[in-house]
């Protein structure tokens, strides 16, 4: 099975503010990469795939990065409605996600 | 609008059975492949479960392959999950989802992300 680490675990940030979410994966996955906003009690919400596509109606402070086992998520310019949990997921073999990240307000 | 909503979800003892339902609405659910994905309270996401748009081929996790049954029912449009032998470990917020299509370079194909998902269905396994 791959596995897929993301780090750090929680990060804090400030509105306007940048920040890099790094997911790792166990073997090599080509570019087969997604990220997923999700927020308490709702569903996961897919932001980009193929490690740096924007899924339809995602804002482009949002950018994927990365190739093989290393990919990361940046958000520039930190909105309120952006401090959620972010998850990766690989879909080189069959689907695995990461831990996932929460990102709070500082 | 795309909308797909469970059901079915409930407290039941270690051991017993339980079948999800998820509806699909505002798109053609016979061309996408569904998912069911599931969350423990306080964790994070585990896929479980995926099914063709035909209903072959299916997959399962590990973790529920020999309990839990995959099916779907493209004239109503409805996704199931059939759920046996549960255990503690399997009570989590259930979700199904669709696998996003991408049909602008041609012929449509499955890029296997979860592009739409309903709003989840609890299932707790306790005595």
């Known amino acids: 099975d791959i596995q897929m680490t993301q780090s750090p675990s929680t990060l804090s940030a400030s509105v306007g503010g940048r920040v890099t979410i790094t997911c790792r994966a166990s073997?090599?996955?080509?570019?087969?990469l997604a990220w997923y906003q999700q927020k308490p009690g709702k569903a996961p919400k897919l932001l980009i795939y193929?490690?740096?596509t924007l899924e339809n109606g995602v804002p482009s402070r949002f950018s994927g990065n990365g190739s093989g086992t290393e990919f990361t998520l940046t958000i520039t310019s930190l909105q309120p409605d952006d401090f959620a949990t972010y998850y990766c997921q690989q879909y080189a073999y069959l689907y695995t996600f990461g831990q996932g990240t929460k990102l709070e307000i500082k | 609008e795309v909308q797909l909503v469970e059901s079915g979800g409930g407290l039941v003892q270690p051991g017993g059975s339980l079948r999800l339902s998820c509806a699909a609405s505002?798109?053609?659910?016979?061309?996408?492949?569904m998912y069911w994905v599931r969350q423990a309270p306080g964790k994070g996401l585990e896929w479980i479960s995926y099914i063709s748009s035909v209903g072959s081929p299916i997959y399962y996790a590990d973790s529920v392959r020999g309990r839990f049954t995959i099916s779907r029912d493209n004239v109503k449009n409805s996704l199931f999950l059939h759920m046996n032998s549960l255990r503690a470990e399997d009570t989590a917020v259930y979700f199904c989802?669709?696998?996003?299509?991408?049909?602008?370079?041609?012929?449509?194909?499955?890029?296997?992300?979860?592009?739409?998902w309903g709003q989840g269905t609890l299932v707790t396994v306790s005595s």
């Open positions: 073997q090599y996955i080509i570019k087969w």
């Open positions: 193929e490690t740096s």
């Open positions: 989802a669709r696998a996003k299509l991408d049909c602008s370079g041609g012929p449509c194909y499955s890029l296997v992300v979860f592009d739409s």
């Open positions: 505002g798109f053609t659910f016979s061309s996408y492949e």
